[in-house]
């Protein structure tokens, strides 16, 4: 009988090499279980954090990857990926084999200003472009496709305060995209390895430092 774990797999694999996962009924046959028992291995990931399941209960969200636009496209020589946020984005280079390096494209949330950069695992791309992140980490999970939705690059500081001010949201963080890069480069090291364990936020705070990260934001 499969269980939770050789699910994981299955859908992380096919992320990962294809950009893209099958519907439940796919998944299910796959595995060689049907359709309510494929359904509630799906909940139980989604309860460890594993995926995140849309109304109609697909995968929206498989960290790093996601199943539809949140602002991020990833591009390497042979997939196109979604990427679930700033952060996600910037990790699957580092994440999938061959995935290095890729054109990641996203617009400035503000002024819809276009940019893209093709990053790679040895070293951060060149870029003024600044990270702003809306939601501190000890509230990541309270909406994740929110947190996700938020995650993103702008223009400058300029451009995130204009687009705080025009959401009436209250400031996150900022960053620079090197330090955008070491954050993503091993948050997911492993996950496409059978026996995963998932890093929560709330207890990283040794790898957020020395990713150059600070302040209570981060849980320092
Ligand atoms: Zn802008
Ligand atoms: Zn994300």
Partial sequence: MADAETLRLRIYRQLADEGRVDRLGILAADIGEDERTTAALLGELERNR???????????????????D???????????????????SFAIPHLVPGASPSLIATTCPSCGTAHAWVVDSGNPPAGEQVAHFLV????????????????????????????????????????DLATLWRLASHWYSGRLEPGYRRREPTAAAA??????????????
Wanted: overall charge negative; hydrophobic content about 40%; aromatic content about 16%.
């Fill in 70 to 88: 949140f602002g991020f496209s990833v591009k390497s020589d042979r997939t196109l990926w979604w990427g679930g946020c700033a952060w996600d």
């Fill in 136 to 175: 501190p980490m000890a509230h990541v999970w309270d909406d994740v496709v929110h947190t996700c939705e938020n995650q993103r690059i702008f223009c400058s500081e300029a451009c995130v305060d204009e687009w705080l001010e025009r959401s009436t949201s209250p400031r996150g963080d900022v960053f």
């Fill in 207 to 220: 790898y957020f430092r020395d990713a150059g990260l600070t302040g209570p934001f981060w849980g320092l």
């Fill in 50 to 68: 594993h995926v995140v399941l849309d109304e109609r209960g697909e995968i929206e969200l498989a960290h790093p990857f996601a199943t539809r």
